[in-house]
């Protein structure tokens, strides 16, 4: 059974950084794509940055603030966001599924982690 547990979030002031981290269990991770997803309130749940075997792929948001990356022998994706703003308030999820890399999400979720940016 594919587990997905998000960590990380919390309160932090624009500027600021925090690093979110997904760790996987269940499946084999090494060559698995894994995307972040995030929600805000009344906003629909999207794309933030993903990450297969050999590529990423950033939503326009995340460029050159954020940075995904993985651990194969921690079975983890992280999410280093940096220059956090408070439009970037959401709960962030993780997705497992090589078309979740490119904003097609499959039905392994994680349970989120909120983040929290004050002005």
């Known amino acids: 059974q594919v587990q997905l547990v998000e960590s990380g979030g919390g309160l932090v002031q624009a500027g600021g950084s925090l690093r979110l981290s997904c760790a996987v269990s269940?499946?084999?991770?090494?060559?698995?794509?894994i995307g972040w997803y995030r929600q805000a309130p009344g906003k629909q749940r999207e794309l933030v940055a993903g990450?297969?075997?050999?590529?990423?792929n950033y939503a326009d948001s995340a460029k050159g603030r954020f940075t995904i990356s993985r651990d194969n022998a921690k079975n983890t994706v992280y999410l280093q966001m940096n220059s956090l703003k408070p439009e970037d308030t959401a709960v962030y999820y993780c997705?497992?599924?090589?078309?979740?890399?490119?904003?097609?999400?499959?039905?392994?979720w994680g349970q989120g982690t909120q983040v929290t940016v004050s002005s």
């Open positions: 997705n497992l599924g090589l078309t979740s890399v490119w904003g097609r999400p499959s039905d392994y």
């Open positions: 269940g499946s084999t991770f090494s060559n698995r794509a």
């Open positions: 990450i297969s075997s050999g590529r990423t």
